[in-house]
């Protein structure tokens, strides 16, 4: 089991910078693919980023690509995003989620929620105009 904490959210100008951590707990965290995901107000939640358990591979959805990167330090049980030049559209309650390793094997993991086992209570991020 994992337990994942959000921090860092807030509110900011655009094209300022904000950086989310997400702490968690269990021995097990290097063998988990670590993503975010953020749920604007009246919308569905969407994929945003997610590296692989050694950290050595990123995706990004195509709205971040070039101004959010994420990064982890297994040895801390941390991953981290930093986004910069933010903008109105990227206020939302961001999510961190655990997924790739189950039951003590790797398993599939995508861009897709349903891929992955264990989630944080979330953080607000609001970007004013």
């Known amino acids: 089991q994992v337990q994942l904490v959000e921090s860092g959210g807030g509110l900011v100008q655009a094209g300022g910078s904000l950086r989310l951590s997400c702490a968690a707990s269990g021995s097990t965290f290097s063998r988990y693919t670590m993503g975010w995901f953020r749920q604007a107000p009246g919308k569905e939640r969407e994929f945003v980023s997610r590296?692989?358990?050694?950290?050595?591979?990123?995706y990004y959805a195509d709205s971040v690509k070039g101004r959010f990167t994420i990064s982890r330090d297994n040895a801390k049980n941390l991953v981290n995003l930093q986004m910069n030049s933010l903008k109105p559209e990227d206020t939302a309650v961001y999510y961190c989620a655990a997924g790739g390793w189950s039951a003590g094997e790797w398993s599939y993991v995508s861009d897709d929620e349903s891929t992955y086992a264990y989630w944080g209570q979330g953080t607000q991020v609001t970007v004013s105009s």
């Open positions: 590296i692989s358990w050694s950290g050595d591979t990123t």
